[in-house]
């Protein structure tokens, strides 16, 4: 059974870091496209970052330059760290996969079939 679990989550204070993790069981990453998601209360849940399955990354506006998502293929793992977080990164985060390329883009929550369950994010000013 395909299986994605986060962890990582927390509080911290503005301009803090944390590094999110997302283990897979039941599957490879092989020839998938990975991604973050995020969704604060009252709004839609929001694309933050992807892997695609060529290796390559992709970032929603409002994160370039702060977050960085990696992968290890040997721990089936993807990674988020999170750097100079903001009140508005506040939110609970999600892993998901796609079984196929996002074509380098991040693309919204409904092309991707397999999710975890999240992990909550909160940044206080």
């Known amino acids: 059974q395909v299986q994605l679990v986060e962890s990582g989550g927390g509080s911290v204070q503005a301009g803090g870091s944390l590094r999110l993790s997302c283990a897979a069981s039941?599957?490879?990453?092989?020839?998938?496209?990975m991604g973050w998601f995020r969704q604060a209360p009252g709004k839609e849940r929001e694309g933050v970052a992807i892997?695609?399955?060529?290796?390559?990354?992709n970032y929603a506006d409002s994160v370039k330059g702060r977050f960085t998502i990696s992968k290890d293929n040997a721990k089936n793992s993807l990674y988020l760290q999170m750097n100079s977080l903001k009140p508005e990164d506040t939110a609970m985060y999600y892993c998901?996969?796609?079984?196929?390329?996002?074509?380098?883009?991040?693309?919204?929550?409904?092309?991707?079939?397999?999710w975890g369950q999240g992990t909550q994010v909160t940044v206080s000013s």
């Open positions: 892997f695609d399955s060529d290796g390559s990354a």
């Open positions: 039941g599957y490879t990453y092989s020839g998938y496209c």
């Open positions: 998901a996969a796609r079984p196929s390329s996002c074509w380098h883009i991040v693309l919204p929550q409904h092309q991707f079939n397999r």
